[in-house]
């Protein structure tokens, strides 16, 4: 079996690689760094130096490949984030296209199930195009949608130190989250196991959410991990924390059209395909929970 990996060595990407290579699957990683070869030969899988926006490239890399993990890794420097992405995953469907390869799996986001989600909703468009370009032509597509990384929680460190956090998060929702090495789990199990096709091109929804929590108990899991017992959480407007990440080089209007993804106002519907039951919708509970990923961020302060 051969897989084709987008995502060079980035948060996903690297333990899917891990994973896959150790259970005998030929592993190829796209990356437009050769720097990052030597890395990705440390962990067992085959370097593709490439541009992914020349065709060439991509076939070739494609060329045997039973399945491939596709994502949209734009950053949040740019503007027009939806557009851009939009226009690289057309780009990307139509080389899968004539490449030939059967199973495609795309690592999407809660809150992809419909548009009008604020900047996330790149995703929702870009599940589209691969319907559209794909359907009846390939074995499957699968979309995984994980809630929000756990690695996102590593922004909390300086503040943590601080004793003082300031996010726009909302203080009485329940917050989804999913591991790194639990997304990778999943998309590995699909990689190595197909959906079967009967007909028709199947089209397979998998959530991977891997623990729950609100702000005020994560502020005091914060505080016992850290010994920081009078540890504050404070609601700052979505609209501060762009300006800050601003002098940081990031797009303002690109962050702050992702911070409408994750506003109280439209938290509910974000998750409203995750929490709906749906017998069309697989919702995989991973094994790594977030006590366990703060612990290891105090390693890492």
Sequence with gaps: MRAVLFGSTGNVAKPLATKLVKDGVETVVITRSADKAEEIKKFGAISAIGDINDKEFLLNTFKGADSVFVLSALPYTIANIVEESNKQMKHIAEILLESGVQNIVYLSSAGSHKPGLGGLEFHYYNEQILKEKLNGKVNSISFVKPPKFYSGLLVNLPEIEKGEINSFLDTEKVHPYASLDDIADVISDIIENPPKKDKETVFKT????????????????????????????????????????????????????????????????????????????????????????????????
Excluded: C
């Design 206 to 301: 998998t959530y991977v959410e891997s623990d729950r929590i609100t702000v005020p108990e994560l502020t005091k899991l914060y505080a016992k991990v850290f010994n920081k017992p009078d540890l504050k959480w404070n609601y700052v407007p979505a609209e501060n924390v762009a300006d800050i990440m601003e002098t940081y080089g990031f797009n303002r209007d690109t962050i702050l059209s992702i911070f409408t993804s994750l506003s109280p106002k439209l938290h509910d519907e974000l998750h409203s395909e995750l929490l709906s039951n749906r017998d069309d919708v697989t919702v995989v509970k991973g094994k790594h929970s977030l006590e366990e990923y703060v612990n290891q961020m105090k390693n890492l302060n």
